[in-house]
C-alpha cells in the first residue's frame, strides 16, 4: 500500500513539474494511438458494415474469424508487422521499422478487428429494426449498412474509444515495432515497461496513473460533448 | 373468391403494380396463398382483414421486399413508396431524413433542398424542420413517412395501418393528405382495420382471410354485402375471432 | 458520407506525417542494436550525447538480449551492434555479416543473493559458489533468453559441473525475461541471480539482496562493438555507423566511458586496443 501512496504522490509531482520528457512522452501516445483509431475507423467501420449486409458462401465463416481476431495477442500483431517492416521482409524499402510510423500501423492492425466485428453487430442489430424501410426507400444493402452507421453515431463513439482504450493501453506491439528508442518511439506503456524492469515500480505506476490520467480526461471532454449532443435534442423535444 | 375482376382493362399502360398467384412461406406457416391481385393507376385500395390475414405480407409481397414463388409486374414509369406501420426515422433531423431520402432516391443534389421544404411544407411539417426526427409524434411520423413518398414524386403507395396507432385528430390529418394524394393522381393500396376509413378513401376493398385473398370489390358492392363470402360477411358485421386462426 | 471522407483524409495526412517526420530525423541517425542490461545501466543517456555533440550524428538504441541484437543485425534492421558476448559476436563476424569486431570496455557480472545467504556462497570464486548453490535448497533465477549475460552464466555452470543447470539443479528456474525482471523476481522470491553490475548499481527495488561474489576474473565481461556489413545489407549507413565505431574507441569515448559513474563507482573500464 505504501508503494502505491508514494506512486500517487510520484504521479502528481511528475505533473506538476511537466518535465518536457514526459510530456512528449505522452504526446507520442496520444498521436499514435490516435492515428491508428483513425485510419482503423476508416477500414474497420466500413468492414464491420459490408461483413453485416454481404452475403456470399462462406461469409459465416468469415465473420467468425474476425470476431477470433479480437483475442489477437498485440505482441504477435507486433511480430508479423515487425517481419514485414524488417528490412529482410517484403516492405523493408519503406524504412518504417523503429519509427512512429511503424507503430501506428501496428496498433491500426491491432483496432481493425475490434472495429469491424463490433461495427458489424452494432449494424446488424440497427438493421434488423430499419432495413426493409431504408431498402424501400431504394438504399443498396451497403447504403442501408452505412447510413445504419450514422444513425448509430454515439454508439460508433463508443467504439472507437474502445479501440483507443486498447490500442492506448498495449505495449507489445509498439515494444516490438517501435524499439522503445528514447526520444523517438519511446511511449508510455513502454516507459512503464521500462522502469518496471529496472526496478523502479514506484516510478513505473506513476507513470500508469499519468496515463489514466491523461486518458480520464480524453473521456471526460467526450462525455461533456455528448451531453451537449443529447441535450440539444432533449431542449428539442425528444420523447 | 367471389366478387367481380377488376373494372379496368388490364394492360400495361394502366397498370400500377401485379401479382400473379404468388405465395409466400415463412418456415412451416404460409402467410399468403395464391394471390392475385391487379392494381390499375388510380385506384385507391384498401385491404381488410383480421390481424395474421396477410395484409402486410401481401403489400410487401406488392413492393417487391418479401420472396414469393408467383409473378409481380411493376407498371412502366412507377415510383413505388411504402409508408410502415412505425415508420423508421434515423437519428438526424427531420429535413436530414428527407434529404437522404432524396439522395437515395438519385434525386440531382440540387433539387434536393427545395424539394424537401416543398414535401414538409405539403404536409404541414415545415415548422419542425430542424427537430430530431426522432421526437416526433406517431401522428408527425405517419405524416413524415408521406413526406417522404411526396418528396421522391412517388405514384404508387403502399400503407400499412398508418392510423392504428393514432388520436382522431391526427388520423383525420393523415385521411385528409391521402385523399389529397389520391386527387393528384397517386395509386394507393392501404391496410386498414377500420371500415369506416376503408368506406370513406377507398375504391375497392380486398378481402383477406388467413392467407388468401377471399373478396375483391368496388367499395359500394362490397358494403352493400350481396352474395359475399361468408366470413367477409361475419367480418363486416364484427363477428369474426380477433385474429386468423 | 461527407465526415468519414474527412476523417480519412485527416488520417492519410496523419500517416504522411509520421512517415515524413521519420524520414527527415533518419538523415544523420544511425539504429544500434544492444542489449537490456546495457540501457538498463544507464551509459547511453551518459555516452551517446557526447558523441553527438562530436559528430552531429543520433544514435538510436534499440534494447534487446544479446542473441536478438545480432539477429536483428542480420536481418539488416541495425547499423551497428554493441554487445557483450564474445563467441556470439565472433560467429557473427565469421559468417560475413559484420564488419571487424572491436572491443571497447569491460564490466564485471556479480552473484547477488539474499544478504542471509542460506546456501553460503560468498567468495571470490564463482565456479565454486555454483557448485555450492546446485547442492542447496535455494533458488536460482536465469534469464534465459539468449543474452550475453545468460551465455556467460551457462558458461560458469558448464564450469561447475552443469551442463544442462535446469536438469540437476531443482531450483534452477528461467524467466526468459530481462536483467531487472529477473533481479526483480530475485528480489520478491529471496533467490540467487548473476547481474552485471551496471544494472545492478542502477537497479532500485533491493529488498534483501547483496552482492555475494565479485572480483573472479572470470566474471569479466568484454563489451564488442560491430558494424553491419554492407555487403550483406546495402542500405546500412556505413559512414555513420563507422564514425561511432570509430569514435567508441578512441580517447574521446573511452574517457567518455569511465567517466560514467553511478553513486561514485565506476561501471565500465574501457580497454580498446590502440
Known sequence: ?239 | MSGAVSPQAISARTTAVELVDASVRFGGVTALSKANLHVARGEFIALIGANGSGKTTLLRALHGLVAHDGRRTLGAGQREAMVFQRPFVLRVSLRRNLLIALALARVPREERAARAAQALQRVGLAALADRPARALSGGELQRCALARAWAVRANLLYLDEPTANLDPAAKREVESLLEGFARDGMTVVMSTHNLGQAKRLATRIVYLDRGALRADLPTAEFFAAHGLDARADLFLKGELPWTSD | MDFRLTRRRVAAALLATFALAGACAQDRSIVMASTTSTEQSGLFPHLLPAFKVASGIDVRVVAVGTGQALDMARRGDADVVFVHDKAAEEKFVAEGWGLPRREVMYNDFVLIGPTADPAGVKGADIVAALTKLADSKASFISRGDKSGTHAAELRYWKAAGLDAPAARYAGYKECGCGMGQALNIAASSGAYVLADRGTWLSFKNRADLAVLVEGDTKLFNQYGVIVVNPARHPHVKLALAQAFSDWVVSPAGQAAIAAYKIEGQQLFFPNAKP
Open chain 1, 1 to 239: 500500500m505504501n508503494d502505491i501512496a508514494e506512486s500517487l504522490r510520484l504521479a502528481l509531482q511528475l505533473v506538476a513539474q511537466a518535465d518536457a520528457g514526459l510530456v512528449r512522452t505522452v504526446a507520442l501516445s496520444l498521436a499514435v494511438s490516435g492515428a491508428a483509431c483513425a485510419i482503423g475507423s476508416g477500414f474497420g467501420l466500413a468492414a464491420g458494415a459490408w461483413l453485416a449486409v454481404a452475403r456470399f458462401p462462406g461469409h459465416r465463416a468469415l465473420i467468425v474469424g474476425v470476431n477470433t481476431l479480437l483475442a489477437l495477442p498485440s505482441v504477435v500483431v507486433g511480430l508479423v508487422v515487425y517481419l514485414m517492416l524488417s528490412r529482410s521482409g517484403p516492405l523493408g524499402s519503406w524504412g518504417l521499422l523503429f519509427t512512429p510510423g511503424a507503430m501506428v500501423i501496428a496498433q491500426t492492425v491491432l483496432v481493425v478487428p475490434i472495429l469491424a466485428a463490433l461495427s458489424r453487430q452494432l449494424v446488424a442489430d440497427a438493421l434488423r429494426d430499419g432495413g426493409d424501410q431504408l431498402r424501400s426507400l431504394g438504399a443498396s444493402p451497403l447504403q442501408a449498412a452505412l447510413l445504419m452507421l450514422l444513425h448509430e453515431r454515439w454508439a460508433v463513439l463508443t467504439l472507437l474509444l474502445t479501440a483507443f482504450g486498447r490500442a492506448i493501453s498495449e505495449v507489445g506491439a509498439v515494444m516490438v515495432v517501435g524499439g522503445n528508442i528514447a526520444g523517438v518511439t519511446r511511449v508510455m506503456t513502454t516507459s512503464i515497461a521500462l522502469e518496471t524492469s529496472k526496478g523502479d515500480l514506484p516510478l513505473a505506476l506513476a507513470l500508469g496513473l499519468v496515463l489514466l490520467g491523461v486518458v480520464g480526461l480524453l473521456q471526460a471532454a467526450i462525455a461533456l460533448l455528448q451531453r451537449r449532443g443529447h441535450l440539444g435534442s432533449a431542449l428539442a423535444g425528444a420523447r
